[in-house]
């Protein structure tokens, strides 16, 4: 009996054993395919989006060319009463001061930004640099994240925009603008759109949506109502979003049943949006349900219209216009919607197949992801570089330093 009690618990031990290795095999080739994955979703993008020679969109004379950018705060150099623009001023002056009232990072940035004329310039050369990377002037430009009228006059002369239409809202801090040209649209009107939030929502104001209806030039019974958003942050709970989606949607609502079908929406900007917002702000105004729902150009692009494109800028283009390192994540917070009736062959058009994340070489730096504790830096540089948004250094003295946006712009075309 003590013989085979013997065998049986070698026998058991054996297999004990056999057994907890094969597991902890299958365990570690489960936790390998795990961070496999995770390693792809941080490593999405390229070294390089194409040659700057693909972001060049030309245009005839039956067509216009939209263009969307967050500049990343362009201030001018002179304090305005009631607005927190301290950071945005030159060191030496007596506003400075305030910058004691603010706390950590935000104190810090403050204190140390030292902005003047010539760093002004600065920031508008390089604005200058990416919008003329895409050609031609826009024929619409909308900007995101500028202070007031006399910085978007200067960039507008700057850039050569004989018109431009500013925010003038309760944020205290940025504003939105459209910078255009008067040879194919004409502006019938420019309204701003207040956000209000419910009470119990807990916030008091943020930008106002920034709606300019323009005439066009061609065909004088066409209108194009262009909508450019700049929504609270991810710093604020979704429904905050939520309630701008409802505003826009409202307003759409109206100059829609005004003009009737020879109104066409092109709503454009940062919306600040991410894909686990929930509630989804874009329900809102993606409402199969809705008369006037609103399609993504973007995600219309990625779907079918590369196949019209040229250039085949679908293998090409960047993953988003911004990258968040934080969580080493592509995020779509810039947008580009086009009401339905740009998308049913009847009369004015989307292009889509021009849809352009505008990604040349100049406005990227490289970017490699946070190695993980079992991996060496230059295992993880190897194996995920690559390129994303150079976001803009305000004490920068030299372009080289100096960077562009932490955004990157959008463009499309409309046939008229």
């Known amino acids: 009996m003590k013989f085979w009690a013997l065998i049986l618990s070698v026998f058991t031990f054996v297999g004990v054993s056999s057994f907890s290795s094969s597991s902890v095999a299958v365990s570690n080739r489960i936790e390998e395919k795990q961070s496999e994955k995770k390693v792809k979703k941080a490593c999405i993008g390229q070294k390089k989006y194409g040659e700057n020679s693909d972001y060049i969109v030309t245009t005839e004379s039956d067509e216009i060319k939209i263009m969307s950018y967050n500049v990343e705060n362009l201030f001018d150099t002179i304090h305005d009463e009631g607005r927190d623009d301290y950071e945005f001023l030159p060191i030496d002056s007596a506003e400075k001061e305030k910058c004691d009232f603010k706390k950590g990072y ?66 205290k801090r940025i504003e939105l603008a459209v910078l255009y040209k008067e040879d194919k649209v004409k502006l019938k009107e420019m309204k701003e759109v207040k956000i209000v939030f419910p009470s119990e929502v807990g916030q008091k104001n943020t930008r106002n949506i920034l709606v300019a209806n323009f005439i066009s030039l061609k065909n004088k019974d066409q209108m194009i109502g262009l909508y450019v958003n700049h929504w609270p942050s991810q710093a604020s709970p979704s429904v905050t979003r939520v309630t701008a989606a409802k505003h826009i949607r409202k307003t759409i609502d109206q100059f829609s049943k005004k003009y009737k079908d020879n109104y066409h929406v092109v709503a454009v900007g940062d919306f600040n949006t991410i894909e686990k917002d929930s509630p989804k702000p874009f329900d809102i105004i993606q409402d199969k349900e809705w008369e006037y729902s609103l399609l993504d150009v973007e995600q219309k692009y990625r779907k079918s219209s590369y196949k019209k494109d040229p250039n085949n800028m679908l293998k090409k283009m960047a993953p988003s216009s911004y990258y968040y390192s934080g969580d080493g994540t592509w995020n779509h917070l810039d947008r580009i919607f086009v009401s339905s009736n740009l998308v049913d062959n009847k009369g004015m058009e989307v292009m889509t197949e021009t849809f352009r994340i505008l990604a040349p070489d100049f406005v990227l730096k490289s970017v490699t992801p946070k190695s ?14 690559f390129s994303a948004p150079k976001r803009y250094f305000h004490n920068a003295t030299n372009p080289n330093a100096a960077g562009f946006s932490d955004h990157m712009g959008l463009i499309v075309k409309l046939k008229l």
């Open 372 to 385: 993980k504790k079992d991996e060496t830096e230059e295992s993880r540089a190897k194996a995920c570089t």
């Open 106 to 171: 935000y104190k810090e940035a403050c204190q140390k930004t030292d902005w003047t004329d010539d760093r002004l310039e600065l920031k508008l050369s390089q604005i200058k640099k990416v919008v003329e990377a895409q050609g031609e002037l826009p024929d619409m430009l909308a900007v995101l994240e500028v202070e007031n009228v006399n910085v978007v006059s200067q960039l507008a002369d700057y850039l050569g925009y004989p018109k431009f239409l500013v925010t003038s809202g309760e944020d």
